[in-house]
């Protein structure tokens, strides 16, 4: 279907909308947009509505709405995230503020997580605040899986609930159920979803290899609050995917070869242990957190076992101190990260091998958020780092560096606001994928060079009425990214370049909303134009892309619609590695996808959903997949084809 064809439909739907306004006051279900919570401009949030609304299955379901947010591979064990072009393991990445150290393999996703566990996701682009964690090259990506009080109204002790889903592409099931309660000063919560289907097909209706599902996650939470206000909270979340995927998971095979298949057992868990004070005077109101997280990646073969685990311990003790015109959050946090392979080959034992690398960090840091005037804030803070690498031959190597940020935002007026950030990293020395380390490396003798990043941005905001009008420009340079390989040695490095800009339009009635955005992201790699090949762990080639969003509420009827649509412009930006030269251009695609949802008026505990995706049954690959620029060579993985799913869930 052509782009412009889409793009009128949805653009007449959005002005013919405006007349089912009641008020000239603009009511937002909780969209995708931009917050300014940490003093800037600059940070996506996506909430419990907005999950909610968008029922998401994996990673791409839950970004699909952001412009700068892009998510390869159509299978969720291979699926990563892109930031602003950049890669999610170059921003610091936590799970309930648990650290997450998930470069595990190149083939495989970055982070596995469920979104049914979710309730919020909140990204800083670029420019992060200090207490963000170390190793925010390119901002932050923080998770919060559901609490108690997300779920249960405050008059009651005692809930829950069932929910099933069916998928036709694929055959694919899900079943999952809470329950969850409160009693005195104690909560409880526990979730588990089971999910299970077959291969899913394109748009030609052609199978996508490795493309079944096996699926389990779950989520249990205690909590315990003192009269005094004293809150000790303990969680512990697990997903675990183990399924037959395309032997390098990320693509479906060689172009003219048979597309093989192996077993992925991909096992993240997440345990956190949090205290807080809930009745906070003004100069103290603590937090302490002590977390581990762990990913595990077997992949079992014929007379061979290949077993990968990356892990962290973390923690931090930080105080917020409430000012007059602000807030000062200061505060000492930690991580003990390792990455290791065990490699066993029963034909061939000479090929066995045992290889891990390690690295410990101590962090100081300090964030100011301030109101300078009625008008202007501002947001600025400093952090040190001390890092402790050792290398897979025990050698260790001791490196420290500075990291700072400033931002800030200025109202104008009343309608229109203005916005900047920069900031300056320094990320240490980060731990060698574990799948290709390889016992035999020889580091130098002064160890390897840290990494460090720049990050800006400029930013402006419009509200006339109803309607919402943004822009942005950003920018972020890595330099000494690490790319370490098998057989090139551990202290290859890369510089990294992106740099590009977005533009949103919405308009808000009473009862609904439609937005629009788009944006554009090019980036370099040693000073040419990136290909996902070199890019693995840093960018990809994305170019651009249009978002639409839109979404109305009957309540009289109990009935909340909407549609979205994805529209990803040719892309001539390419490098070919064989001439290094111009690459093929990346074709156009276009994915529209709609939903009604009911909640009976006469029993609201019942809701029941119905979901028509990629209507046009569309064939194509996600602009940001492995290996679109090696046509002739890499056979990508496609997209589902049209599916119809439906779901029903019951509270109690």
């Given amino acids: 279907m052509p782009i412009s064809r889409i793009f009128l439909t949805l653009t007449a739907t959005l002005w013919a909308s405006t007349t089912l306004a009641q008020s000239s006051e603009p009511f937002q279900l909780n969209t995708i947009v931009l917050q300014a919570d940490s003093g800037a401009d600059n940070t996506v949030d996506v909430d419990a509505e907005d999950i909610a609304r968008q029922n998401p299955a994996d990673l791409q379901d839950l970004f699909k709405s952001e412009p700068t947010l892009s ?9 990563k995230l892109y930031v602003n072009g950049v890669e999610e393991v170059n921003l610091s990445v936590s799970i309930d503020g648990a650290r997450q150290n998930n470069k595990i393999f190149h083939h495989t996703t970055t982070t596995l997580i469920d979104p049914s566990l979710l309730k919020a996701v909140r990204i800083d682009p670029g420019v992060a605040a200090a207490d963000a964690g170390a190793g925010a090259l390119a901002g932050s990506i923080a998770y919060e899986t559901n609490d108690v009080d997300d779920l249960l109204a405050e008059d009651l002790s005692f809930g829950g609930f069932v929910k099933s889903e069916y998928d036709s592409n694929g055959g694919v099931f899900s079943n999952s159920g809470s329950v969850y309660g409160r009693k ?7 979730f588990l979803k089971l999910a299970d289907g077959g291969l899913r097909t394109d748009g030609d209706g052609i199978d996508i290899a490795g493309s079944g599902t096996n699926l389990v996650s779950g989520l249990g939470k205690v909590a315990y609050e003192t009269t005094s206000g004293n809150r ?25 070869g048979e597309f093989t298949t ?64 602000g807030s000062i959050t200061a505060g000492l946090d930690f991580y003990s990260d390792s990455g290791s392979l065990d490699y066993a080959n029963v034909s061939n034992p000479a090929w066995n091998d045992t290889a891990e690398e390690k690295s410990r960090n101590i962090g100081l840091y300090a964030q100011a958020r301030l109101d300078v005037t009625e008008r202007a804030r501002v947001s600025y803070g400093l952090r040190a780092d001390f ?117 949103g339009l919405g308009y808000g009635w009473e009862n609904g909303f439609a937005r629009i955005g788009y944006a554009a992201i090019d980036s370099d790699i040693n000073g040419r134009t990136a290909d996902s090949y070199t890019g693995a762990y840093l960018t990809t080639p994305l170019g651009e892309v249009v978002t639409l969003e839109i979404a109305h509420r009957l309540p009289q009827h109990g009935l909340i619609f909407g549609a979205d649509a994805q529209l990803v412009l040719s892309e001539t930006n390419t490098y070919d590695s064989d001439t290094g030269g111009a690459g093929p251009v990346l074709p156009s695609y276009e994915v529209v996808n709609a939903f009604v949802e009911w909640q009976p008026k006469r029993n609201d505990k019942w809701t029941i959903r119905g979901e028509i995706n990629n209507i046009f049954d569309a064939t194509y690959s996600s602009r940001a997949s492995y290996g679109q620029e090696f046509v002739g060579e890499v056979e990508t993985l496609n997209e589902v084809g049209r599916s119809f799913e439906i779901s029903a869930s019951l509270k109690f």
Avoid: H
Wanted: aromatic share 12%; hydrophobic share 35%; glycine share 12%.
């Fill in 184 to 190: 005195g000063g104690f909560e409880y919560l526990g």
């Fill in 262 to 325: 192996r077993t992925y057992d991909i096992t993240r868990q997440n345990a956190v242990l949090t205290y807080t004070d809930e009745t906070p005077t003004g100069l103290w109101d603590p937090t302490i957190k002590l977390a581990f997280s762990r990913t595990e990646l077997l992949i079992p073969e014929d007379g061979v076992l290949s077993n990968g685990v990356t892990s962290s311990v973390s923690g931090k003790f930080e105080n917020r101190f409430a000012l007059a015109s």
């Fill in 387 to 503: 890092q402790k690498f050792t290398g897979v031959d025990g050698n260790t190597f001791s490196d420290s560096g500075l990291s700072g940020n400033m931002s800030g935002e200025f109202d104008v007026n009343e309608q229109v606001t203005l916005s900047a950030g920069y900031s300056s990293v320094w990320g240490g020395v980060s731990l060698a994928e574990n799948f290709i380390m390889n016992s035999g490396w020889e580091y130098p003798t002064d160890g390897i060079e840290a990494v460090t990043s720049e990050n800006i941005f400029i930013a402006a905001n419009a509200e006339f009425g109803a309607w919402d009008i943004s822009g942005k420009l950003f920018r972020t340079d890595i330099d000494n990214a690490r790319a370490a390989s098998w057989r090139g040695g551990p202290d290859l490095t890369a510089d990294l370049e992106t740099r590009g800009y977005e533009l």
């Fill in 232 to 256: 000790f909270e303990f969680s512990l979340e697990q997903v675990v995917d183990d399924e037959e995927r395309p032997t390098r998971a990320n693509f479906a095979g060689f172009t003219g």
């Fill in 71 to 79: 998510v390869g591979s159509s299978i969720p064990a291979s699926q």
